[in-house]
């Protein structure tokens, strides 16, 4: 390839990436900034949706629907003040930020106001999975919170919106970490709060930092200037603001790996170590902590030794249970196995006792929830597949037998095609036929109409034409016309 080929196929690409992947083309500041500022305030409609949202979304939690907790997203109102507050920034409009921020504190007073007394007066104060998940935010949520936020405010400002708002609700997911801050609240677990809402927090100000990345590459209007000495000023503290944000999201998320790596190895020690003739294991609690972690062991069964305990703390050695967490963070962890057991003749511990019974009725009571939310679901899908398969047999009956004719529905067809005729029915009549020397007596459908004196055409050329159309539009060959 020659070296003009080639400048002109790089050149090519380039063009054909520039094209593919611009932004600015298709953008509308102007109206864009007005949409923003419609959809930021919530008064009226707006604060009814947004309380409706988190009852949907407080109910999803506490039924363990994923489902629900989407229909949710999807009306809530809550990305409006925040991108409202990203634009703001960009566009240096401090009136703007100041109405966005308000609006932003009066949605989230409501939301917490609205779950926290769902939360405390609902008889279901289980802590599911879907709950559970919304209490630990990590450095992942951050990436979705920025993504999310480029997709919004990118959809936002072109001339031909789309479908992607409700997608980047989704995705973001504002609301459900707002009803878990209010579940905390109304049961007094102010972890739960923290954790909850440190996730709104952070989802909040990445989508908010996004969405003026955004807004300073489309060059949005500024609509006032600041010293550029104050300007880097600003950016540098803006900076330090986001670092400080997004700090203990990271630890969480290093947190979080070590804990699930912990319990990886946790199980796959007990099930390969743990099982003694005689002993039955009844359950297990696994407690991760940075420096001294535990496996506790509840038997039945035949008394186990001393040794026993002390070959497997000696053991879990060789699955990396106890030795340094990295090179990076040379803390020594530490996990002892404590082995509890019911021996003929003689009783738990109290404590120990308590413990098993504790952790034996939580799973349970999960279980039996489980239980009773599929049981529900299959018979609602049993009950709504006979509903359909009755419905189809009805919808046959009546078109073997005739018993239906949509009269209401083609009276607007009637009206536009032939304005002449001022009144119509279609109705059955018993004929008598002769077949084969023998009287038969048949039903026949006749359609009656009424028609003026003076028509556009012969009386009998327009009643043929609108035989014909009836007969193709009813699918019924046997209807015969007749005038009134």
Not at 95 to 112: C, P, T, Y
Not at 203 to 219: A, E, G
């Amino acid at each position: 390839m020659s070296e003009n080929n080639l400048n002109g196929f790089v050149n090519a690409f380039r063009k054909l990436a520039v094209d593919t992947l611009s932004i600015r083309e298709g953008s509308d500041p102007a109206a864009t900034i007005e949409g923003i500022k419609k959809d930021m305030t919530f008064k009226g409609p707006g604060a009814w949706i947004l309380i409706f949202s988190i009852l949907i979304a407080s109910i999803g939690l506490n039924a363990n629907s994923t489902a629900v907790i989407i229909g949710a997203m999807l009306i809530s109102p809550l990305m409006g003040p925040i991108l409202a507050i990203g634009t703001a920034i960009g566009i240096n409009d401090l009136e703007m930020m100041r109405r966005a921020l308000k609006n932003l504190m009066i949605a989230v007073v409501i939301s917490l106001i609205t779950s926290t007394i769902y939360f405390y007066l609902t008889p279901l104060n289980v802590e599911q999975s879907e709950l559970l998940a919304r209490t630990k935010p990590t450095i992942l949520d951050v990436f979705v919170a920025i993504l999310g936020g480029f997709s919004g405010i990118i959809a936002g400002s072109r001339r031909e919106k789309t479908n992607v708002i409700p997608g980047v609700a989704i995705a973001t997911a504002l609301m459900p970490p707002l009803c878990t801050a209010g579940f905390g609240l109304a049961n007094g677990m102010y972890h739960y709060f923290f954790g909850a809402f440190y996730l709104f927090f952070i989802n909040s100000v990445f989508i908010t930092l996004s969405t003026y990345i955004v807004v300073k590459f489309l060059r949005f209007p500024v609509k006032s200037f600041i010293d550029r000495r104050k300007y880097r000023r600003y950016q540098f503290f803006f900076a330090v603001f986001i670092a400080v944000v997004i700090m203990p999201s990271a630890v969480i998320f290093y947190q979080m790996i070590q804990e699930t790596r912990f319990k990886i190895s946790s199980e796959k020690f007990i099930r390969e170590n743990t099982e003694f003739k005689g002993s039955e294991l009844i359950t297990q609690k696994i407690i991760y902590t940075d420096s001294l972690s535990t496996i506790d062991l509840y038997y039945m069964g035949n008394p186990i030794s001393e040794d026993m305990e002390i070959f497997l703390n000696d053991k879990i050695k060789s699955y990396g249970l106890t030795a340094n967490i990295d090179d990076y963070f040379p803390m020594t962890r530490k996990t002892v196995v404590k082995i509890h057991q019911q021996n003929i003749g003689s009783d738990f511990d109290e404590g120990d006792a308590s413990k098993m019974m504790e952790a034996y009725t939580k799973d349970l009571h999960i279980q039996l929830l489980k239980d009773i939310y599929t049981k529900n679901e299959k018979v609602i899908e049993d009950k709504d597949a006979k509903i359909k398969i009755l419905e189809k047999e009805i919808f046959h009956l009546t078109q073997s037998k005739g018993d239906t004719l949509p009269i209401h529905q083609i009276s607007k067809e009637v009206k536009t095609l032939y304005p002449e005729i001022s009144s119509y029915g279609i109705s059955k009549v018993q004929v008598q036929e002769w077949k084969a020397d023998s009287l038969m007596m048949k039903e026949k459908p006749i359609c009656f109409v009424k028609l003026p004196r003076r028509l556009p055409k012969k009386r009998s050329t327009y009643l043929n034409d609108f035989e014909k159309w009836i007969r193709v539009r009813l699918d019924n060959k046997d209807i015969d016309v007749k005038e009134i």
